[in-house]
């Protein structure tokens, strides 16, 4: 089964602390994984992939694939960090797109 | 060049009625994925189009349906509504297996 859990509904941390959004997937294989973000009153973007191992926006993810988990971290949060997150895997290329999402985790960011 | 965009933004239908919804993908992009979003559910995929054809589809029912034209537009229709149709629909579009841009979504209110 191709499941995506983010054990976090909401998640509040204050300016300047460092933040940690949990991602755990169940898939039968080597997915790719993601994290896409959601800001108030704008479309879901894509924030992180795998594959890219590059940091966005000061944050980073990584694949631990005995663990089956891609936590999302930044180690200083800012107030614009406030959003909703959503991590999500997609089968290996092979013809289909399909994005499977965890429920998301609202992160709070207090000044 | 110009994003994902999706018509109508907002609708309100009566339970038993229909509804079309309709999404034009970023210029180039031949692959239409859609969405549902609901606070309960979170993001659950509907179908996916490459080519004018449904490559995959997801565990809906039998009143959701959708195609694409030769152009790469794709609307999605439901019939015989609901009301745990109310949702936001989203669309998302590709160049093949990259990253997926998503549009502003429709949202449907189902009374």
């Known amino acids: 089964a191709q499941r995506v859990t983010q054990p976090e509904k909401l998640l509040s941390v204050f300016k300047g602390a460092p933040v940690e959004l949990k991602c755990n997937y169940s898939?039968?294989?080597?997915?790719?994984l993601f994290w896409y973000v959601q800001y108030s009153r704008q479309r879901l973007q894509l924030l992180l992939r795998h594959i890219s191992r590059e940091s966005i926006k000061g944050f980073t993810a990584d694949l631990n694939k005995g663990e089956t988990s891609f936590h999302l971290k930044k180690p200083f949060a800012q107030e614009e960090d406030s959003a909703m997150y959503y991590c999500a895997l997609r089968p290996p290329q092979g013809g289909s797109e399909k994005l499977v999402f965890g429920k998301g985790t609202k992160l709070t960011v207090n000044p | 060049k110009a994003g994902v965009t999706q018509t109508p933004r907002y609708l309100i239908k009566t339970r038993g009625q229909q509804v079309t919804l309709s999404c034009s993908p970023i210029s180039g992009h031949r692959s239409v994925s859609w969405y549902q979003q609901t606070p309960g559910q979170g993001l659950q995929f509907l179908f996916e189009y490459f080519s004018e054809t449904q490559r995959n589809k997801g565990n809906f029912p039998g009143r959701f349906s959708g195609r694409q034209f030769s152009n790469s537009r794709s609307e999605m229709n439901v019939s015989t509504l609901e009301l745990g149709d109310s949702a936001l629909y989203l669309c998302?579009?590709?160049?093949?297996?990259?990253?997926?841009?998503f549009g502003p979504g429709t949202r449907l209110t189902v009374l």
């Open positions: 898939y039968s294989g080597s997915p790719e």
């Open positions: 998302a579009s590709s160049s093949g297996y990259n990253e997926q841009f």
